[in-house]
């Protein structure tokens, strides 16, 4: 079933999204597509609609931060996207990459309810916006809390709460 | 409050005893109708997936105790299945069975432990008592593999920490016997008592389609009648080989959840049996030099792992450039580790797919337009740890 699945779904983001699809990757028999980021919900809104593939369940949304690794050319963020099928039991990848500075990417909490707090916690840890999401507020970290921590280049070094009482002492940046 | 104003806000937790941790939820009351509910997070927010990135990766692993702490196995497996599958390497059969075995006391202990906290919160104080007592005898199990009680770091990189202690099977078989029975006083006290099933029945109800919508796993998706086990649907660390049957509920309400936990404790202690009866002989380690630390008699008595150990130790190892990601079904659903390696002896990102966190995202679609006592019972219900929550 599992091998079926992976052609079908391949097949379907082939013929509908050609151009959308930047690279496609296999890695452990995990199967992930790269999508042009104006593109992904364009995809995902695809792949929920289809009665074959249905893909319903989106298990998850998070991100990685290549800061100063050579994947950073393809750009710095990266935003993945853990999609499951539950009559299939299939699951795929899709993956995003954005620029460095102001990352934002379109929002898919009005397909999957369950992604507003996904990417709540992706804005709050990693500072990427989710254009229209409804409620985009931090999730983790406390209202005065300055930067996102999971990025490369947040200081680990100093008191860890950059609070406005502290940050004008400039904290020693490892990575 | 002004006169015109027909709602009141107020904060429910985040300390409160029925909030399990520091749960904050604004609740917009009027009279005592919930109109608006909001789950506020991160009060236990300690930064584990941070931690994690500059770790080696064996080092990364007691980190993963901390965050669903009523079940270290679970999290301990998922994360040590994850590792592997980035490495690539296979462990002895031995250590699969003993990690089933391990897992399901994991379940068995978190749902005992949700299950007297809940009954506590609409009032059957008994259960408790009841609960933790049963629960004495996995922590038991726990001390003697692991040295600890609560933070086991048990299950390691490519194998266990240690050898199962002798009398494991003796404990484990103790277990199911002395709770099989139990579980009949439990549901003496709560499946038809009436206090408990007029404060659970068609309460905190959630439609399979918005379950589905919601992201929900575990408990709270069966619950509702959508059949979702990780362990039927992708089996890891051999579930394949073992009979059991995957409990649904229909309702979606909160009365089916109790009920399916319960069903689910029985499953898992099933599942113990048959992975006493079938205990293969054999290591409890992987032999994959560089990677899995050799056995601790050896490193004594051998040069080579000796130097090994203290390379493993130092320098760690280089998993392949890619990412895997390794769901497993823990007590509360699907935890799911996403790991990020860049070819560094480092992880590069470790995600941690929260199920707590995302069942909880379920709370205000559960209560609103209900009555303020019923916030108790959803939030119990979900069950969740705050630990996992805010990692």
């Not at chain 1, 050609?18 to 792949?47: M, P, T």
């Not at chain 2, 379940?107 to 259960?127: E, I, K, P």
């Not at chain 2, 919601?214 to 080989?241: F, H, I, T």
């Not at chain 2, 760690?316 to 996403?338: C, D, H, L, N, W």
Request: glycine fraction near 8%; aromatic fraction near 10%.
């Amino acid at each position: 079933m599992m091998g079926g699945m992976e052609e079908k779904v391949r097949d379907f983001i082939r013929a509908n999204f050609a151009d959308a699809v930047v690279r496609e990757d296999n890695f452990r028999n995990q199967q992930s597509f790269y999508i042009r980021a104006e593109e992904l919900v364009h995809v995902c809104r695809a792949l929920w609609e289809d009665p074959e593939l249905d893909v319903r369940f989106l298990s998850d949304i998070t991100s990685l931060d290549w800061l100063g690794h050579e994947e950073e050319k393809h750009g710095r963020f990266e935003v993945i996207y853990n999609l499951y099928s539950l009559r299939h039991k299939y699951r795929l990848f899709l993956k995003v990459r954005l620029g460095g500075d102001n990352p934002h990417i379109g929002t898919l909490s009005h397909i999957w309810a369950g992604a507003n707090l996904m990417e709540r916690e992706v804005w709050d840890m990693m500072g990427i916006v989710f254009d229209g999401h409804p409620d985009l507020t931090k999730l983790l970290t406390p209202d005065e809390f300055e930067g996102h921590p999971l990025r490369k280049d947040f200081p680990l070094t100093y008191e860890q709460p950059q609070f406005s009482w502290n940050k004008d002492e400039p904290p020693e940046v490892i990575r | 409050v002004t006169a015109e104003s027909k709602t009141i806000t107020i904060n429910m937790g985040p300390q409160h005893p029925a909030t399990h941790g520091v749960l904050r939820v604004v609740l917009e009351l009027e009279g005592e109708t919930v109109v608006r509910a909001r789950p506020v997070v991160g009060y236990l927010h300690t930064g584990i997936e941070k931690t994690m990135e500059s770790k080696l990766y064996n080092k990364a692993l007691p980190a993963t105790d901390r965050m669903d702490y009523l079940a270290p196995m679970s999290n301990n497996l998922g994360y040590c299945l994850a590792v592997e599958k980035l490495l690539d390497i296979d462990v002895p059969e031995k250590v699969r069975w003993a990690r089933v075995c391990l897992a399901e006391l994991t379940r068995v202990n978190s749902h005992l432990v949700w299950l007297g906290t809940h009954a506590m919160d609409l009032g059957a104080m008994t259960m408790f008592f009841y609960t933790f007592r049963e629960r004495e005898l996995i922590m038991d199990i726990y001390e003697a593999c692991g040295g600890q009680r609560m933070m086991t770091s048990y299950i390691r990189i490519g194998g266990l920490a240690d050898d199962l202690p002798s009398d494991f099977d003796k404990r484990v078989r103790n277990l199911t016997r002395t709770l099989r029975e139990r579980m009949n006083d439990y549901e003496g006290l709560l499946t038809h008592n009436e206090i408990f099933i007029n404060r659970t029945k068609g309460v905190a109800v959630i439609s399979a389609e918005d379950a589905i919508n919601l992201s929900l796993s575990g408990p709270l998706l069966r619950g509702s009648g959508v059949k979702y086990d990780v362990r039927k649907a992708n089996p890891y660390s051999g579930y394949e080989k073992f009979d059991f049957e995957m409990a649904l509920g229909t309702q979606g309400d909160a009365y089916d959840r109790y009920l399916l936990r319960l069903e689910e404790i029985r499953q898992a202690l099933h599942i113990c049996d048959q992975a006493i009866d079938g205990m293969p002989e054999g290591p409890y380690r992987a032999h994959v030099p560089g990677v899995v630390l050799p056995p601790k008699e050896d490193i004594l008595y051998k040069m080579e792992s000796l130097i090994f150990h203290f390379k493993i130790i130092t320098e760690g190892y280089r998993p392949p450039f890619g990412a895997v990601y390794q769901a497993i079904e823990s007590p509360k659903g699907e935890i799911g580790f996403y790991i990020s390696s860049d070819g560094s002896n480092k992880p590069h990102r470790v995600r941690v797919r929260p199920p707590s966190l995302i069942n909880l995202g379920a709370l205000p679609k559960m209560v609103e337009g209900r009555l303020l006592a019923d916030v108790i019972c959803a939030i119990g219900s979900i069950d969740i740890v705050l630990g996992e929550v805010d990692r």
